[in-house]
């Protein structure tokens, strides 16, 4: 079956400028996640959706990011007045319904953002 | 908070020899462990989850093993190839949503 995608695949913007990258779960997983890795470096958690509710938003970097989820699917990150640490690669993963704590997490191809 | 770390940094072995990699985390109240793959530019492929109360997973030539009160886990490949070139990422699951992810270990098998 169709895994995570992500889209788009590269993004290239201007400082300051806004972008908007997309998640699309795996069908029927009620989990979702949003986590960031920058060059030469691990992956950090940003945030996480149970259905379209967001009850972690702990590693959000700043406020000039945000992220929805619709409809039990399709999520959102959006990055406000870009700034070059905002470069890196921006993964999404998806888990099944279930003990969320237990269950395993299933990871998009990413979206690589370069910010000049 | 729960820090991960991944010895070696990176590894080049001849084609056919056995691999080692080893995850190090410092708080021992975890859900689980999950070994990822990641190939350049493209994402993390789940290898192996390690629920807290197993000691063992295998799939195929993979084995991964967890001791939750020493705080380590080892992932083993048996007989590797030049497809297992990647970098593996070992990630923790706490008392919360997140993994915590060690920094990987980049495998290089030479042909």
């Known amino acids: 079956g169709a895994g995570v995608s992500q889209s788009p695949s590269n993004k290239v913007t201007e400082k300051g400028k806004d972008v908007e990258l997309r998640c699309d779960p795996i069908?029927?997983?009620?989990?979702l996640y949003w986590y960031r890795q920058r060059l030469g470096q691990g992956l950090e958690f940003l945030i996480y959706?149970?259905?379209?509710?967001?009850?972690?938003k702990s590693g959000l970097p700043s406020d000039r990011f945000s992220a929805e989820r619709t409809g039990e699917s399709v999520s959102t990150l959006t990055i406000q007045r870009t700034q070059q640490e905002d470069s890196a690669v921006y993964l999404c993963?998806?888990?099944?319904?279930?003990?969320?704590?237990?269950?395993?997490?299933?990871f998009g191809p990413g979206t690589r953002l370069t910010v000049l | 908070k729960q820090e991960v770390t991944q010895i070696p940094a990176a590894l080049s072995v001849p084609e056919g020899e056995n691999l080692v990699l080893n995850c190090s985390f410092t708080?021992?109240?975890?859900?689980?462990l999950q070994w990822f793959r990641q190939d350049p530019g493209k994402g993390l492929t789940s290898l192996l989850l390690?629920?807290?109360?197993?000691r063992e997973q295998t799939s195929g030539r993979l084995n991964a093993s967890l001791d939750k009160s020493s705080g380590r886990s080892t992932l083993y490949i048996a007989a590797s190839q030049p497809g297992d070139s990647a970098t593996y990422l070992c990630?923790?699951?706490?008392?919360?949503?997140?993994?915590?992810f060690g920094a990987g270990t980049t495998v290089t098998v030479r042909a």
């Open positions: 993963a998806s888990s099944p319904p279930g003990l969320v704590t237990y269950n395993e997490q299933f």
């Open positions: 069908s029927g997983h009620t989990a």
């Open positions: 959706f149970q259905g379209n509710s967001a009850p972690d």
């Open positions: 708080d021992s109240a975890i859900y689980n």
């Open positions: 390690i629920q807290s109360s197993q």
């Open positions: 990630a923790v699951r706490t008392n919360d949503y997140k993994l915590s």
